[in-house]
Every structure is written in structure tokens, then in C-alpha cells.
């Protein structure tokens, strides 16, 4: 089934979950690019994601080198512009961290290991079963962010994923924040892993069919302006 | 324009806990190199910068710490060895 909605999916040098993210989005049968990293306009699409992986080799800290790529650079005038969706995804959520799009920023794992497993989560919003099951595979997700950060997540509602059992050591036990004000959502699990039955998990579905709702909201609203455009004249 | 080099050692912020030194104290602990141990871990850079004088070269390598070689949300960094090359 073709979808009205076109993802472009940013890939940096190191990036390695950029095809998992695209099978995943033309499951719901978007219309699905990749970008790569050097491209400076960003407003066909509806959705960005910012994938998992090691943009860059993650050299100095995670996330850090790709905050200065242009495709990055691009990704601020989209979300001020508020064109849509951007989606980071583990090393994503890093890059978010990095250009300051999200709040706080990812450190070392507590444990000091490279966790990858499956972990249950809390989810706050609505669409979501209490609880799903989301793969992790990070050595950097530990949240950090000072208290009066941590005050306002928790006052504008951003609290999006939570550990039910806290695997790395993040404060408020958070997983993934979502700003809603600005369309932006991060998270260190992978819900772009849980899409297909063979691989033994599709709770990533929740997610994904969470983002369709949502960004078809947008495009109607988009077609809606449109249309109230063509009546004034 | 001239040239300078300089040391720069990003360090994690106080009360900012660093796991990869727990586990060297923890290392130094076992082995009886050390019985009292406290390790903090961070990170070298050594890098030469262009500048008219050195008040605009130490102006653009705090830019240089502060958006590239650390993020001050984590960490702070400190300039050694400035010195016209």
C-alpha cells in the first residue's frame, strides 16, 4: 500500500541502521529515502530520521562530530520551520543531544558495557499498551541533564520512554524524550528493530503506527491550508 | 597571521560520575598498586590554531573547546601550553 507520507532517513559516514530504519518505514509503505549527510534542504520530507550507528566512528564523543554536518545544519531550519517530524534513534538521540534540538546529553553507560538486549519500557502516549518491549544496543545512554533540565522535561510532558528496570544509570530512568511542541522525538531504544515477526518482536509497531497517526494529522493539516489558500483566491 | 599550538584536557564536570574511572580505581585497588585510588578519565588534544595576536587565537581555540572538544552540559576543558609556534 503506497502512503502520502515521504521519510528521508539522514546517513552519516559510520551510520548502520539506516536500512533497518527504511524497510521498517516502506513496511507502512512510505515513500522512503535516504539522505546522505552532505545535503542542505530537507523540506520535501515529512519525517527525518537521524538512524543508529557510530556517525563519524562517534570520534571525541557520540554524536558530536555529525552535530557540524550539513544535512544537520538543515535539520535546525526544518524544525524551526516546523515542517515535520525528526526521529532520533540511539546514536540519533546523541546527535539530538549534541545539537542541542533535545535537552541534556548521553554519557557512558553506568556499567561501563556495551548493553544489548531487549528491555521493557513505560510509555507515555496514548495509542501505546502501558508497557512495550524495545531492543537497546548502546554503550553511551546513560541521561544526564542538570535538575532544573529535569524539571522542565518533566513539566512540559516530555517524558516519553522510561526503564522499568534502568539498565545504564539514566536520570528519571529516561529512555526517549519527545517534544511535542517542536515535533521532535529521541530515544536510545530501537523500535525500527521491532517491526518484522521473524526477528521474535514487533512492538516497534506501536511506535511506528504511533508516528503515522501523527503524521497524517500533519499532512491533512498541510492539505487543509492548501485548500483555504486556493479559496482566498 | 600567526601561529600557535596548545594542549587542551576536557575532563568530566565535578559530581559527574565517570564509570570508565571507577573501573581503573577498581583495577588499581585489586592489583595493591594503589589501595586509595581515585581515577578521573578525559581526554587530550594537542592542536595548533592561526591567529592575528594571541588574544584572537585564545578566542577562537575557546570556540574551538566549547563546540567541538567539549560539551559543557558534561564536561569542562582546560588550555596548557599555549605558545607561538
Known sequence: MKSGIKAGIIVFPGTNCDIDTRRACEFYGWQTEFIWHDEKNLDKYDVIFLPGGFSYGDYIRAGRLAKFSPAVMALKDYVKAKRGFVIGICNGFQVLCETKLLPGILSTNTNTKFICEEVELSVNHEGFPGTVKFAIAHGEGRYIADEAVLEEIVAKNMLFLRYNDNPNGSALDIAGLYDKENKIIGMMPHPERGIFAETGNTDGRYFFEMLERELNKNLCACKYTACSQAEEY | ?85
Open chain 2, 1 to 85: 597571521m600567526k601561529k600557535y599550538k596548545a594542549d587542551i584536557i576536557v575532563s568530566l564536570k565535578n559530581g559527574v560520575r565517570d564509570p570508565q574511572g571507577a573501573a581503573v580505581d577498581t583495577v588499581l585497588k585489586r592489583t595493591g598498586m594503589e589501595e586509595d585510588a581515585t581515577v578521573q578519565t578525559g581526554k587530550f588534544f594537542t592542536l595548533s590554531i592561526t591567529g592575528e595576536d594571541e588574544t584572537s587565537a585564545k578566542s577562537k581555540l575557546n570556540v574551538i573547546c566549547e563546540e567541538v572538544l567539549s560539551n559543557p552540559v558534561l564536561e569542562t576543558y582546560k588550555i596548557e601550553r599555549f605558545s607561538e609556534v
